[in-house]
């Protein structure tokens, strides 16, 4: 019988972007495998409306209580491993792995890891306000890959900001919206940054490649598929 590990994603934040992470996860088991195989894979979606209040009002620990808590039902349905399917919730990364006795893979080493591989040290990060400025996710790509983290202006971190919450995180996609981001990474870009991560799962329903002149690193796709490399792993 195929050893294949089951993989528990805890999705919902938005669930646009949950939805490409089932479709690359199973791509890419498929693409291994060839046939009919697929992935094995636990969802546990969570209401977005009440994790972004939360993100509100700065309460993280009842937000983190709340992912624990659908962190024990993954590990109690017969995951092997938890994939969190968002960046600024990885935030509440360590309550998570304090909750359950399987591991974590984190969202920020498949980029850390891609950047470091193609020899470059300084990264521009675009993502949520409390991704761009906050030390959790930054620090990680500093400490465990030890790349430079840029980010933009505040101006433009409110943009950003904007965008992905009333925008993206309710499956719009608008013109505008993409000329702002492609300025803003051009600002990045003189500012002498290497490549850029998208630290959203949403920014890449907006932008592709071709928007910027340096490398984009998408942490969805990456992520996804590093995700079911691992479950295909003995």
């Not at 669930?15 to 996860?25: A, C, F, G, K, L």
């Not at 974590?104 to 400025?133: C, K, N, W, Y």
């Not at 919450?165 to 500012?191: H, K, T």
């Not at 002149?213 to 996804?224: E, K, R």
Request: with cysteine.
């Amino acid at each position: 019988m195929l050893d294949l590990k089951t993989i528990g994603l805890i999705g919902g934040m938005s669930w646009e972007s949950t939805v490409p992470y089932y479709r690359i996860i199973n791509e890419t088991v498929k693409a291994r495998l060839g046939g009919l195989h697929s992935a094995r894979v636990i969802l546990y979606s969570v209401d977005f409306h009440e994790i972004e209040q939360l993100q509100r009002e700065g309460n993280w620990t009842s937000a983190g209580l709340i992912l624990a808590g659908a962190a024990r039902s993954l590990q109690a349905a017969g995951a092997d491993f938890l994939v969190l399917c968002t960046n600024t919730m990885h935030k509440v990364a360590q309550e998570l792995e304090a909750a359950v006795r399987i591991p974590l893979f984190h969202i920020a080493d498949p980029a850390g890891e891609e950047i470091r591989q193609a020899g470059l040290s300084t990264v521009g990060l675009l993502g949520t306000r409390f991704t761009m400025e906050q030390d959790f996710y930054k620090e990680r790509l500093r400490q465990r890959h030890g790349l430079q983290v840029r980010v933009p202006d505040q101006a433009d971190r409110d943009i950003v900001h904007r965008v992905i919450y009333e925008e993206l995180c309710l499956g719009q996609v608008l013109p505008e919206s993409r000329r702002e981001f492609r300025r803003i990474m051009a600002r990045l870009v003189d500012s002498g940054v290497q490549a850029i991560i998208l630290g959203c799962t949403e920014i890449s329903m907006l932008v592709k490649p071709h928007d910027a002149a340096v490398p984009l690193l998408d942490t969805t796709t990456l992520h996804a598929v590093k995700a079911a490399e691992l479950a295909l792993a003995s």
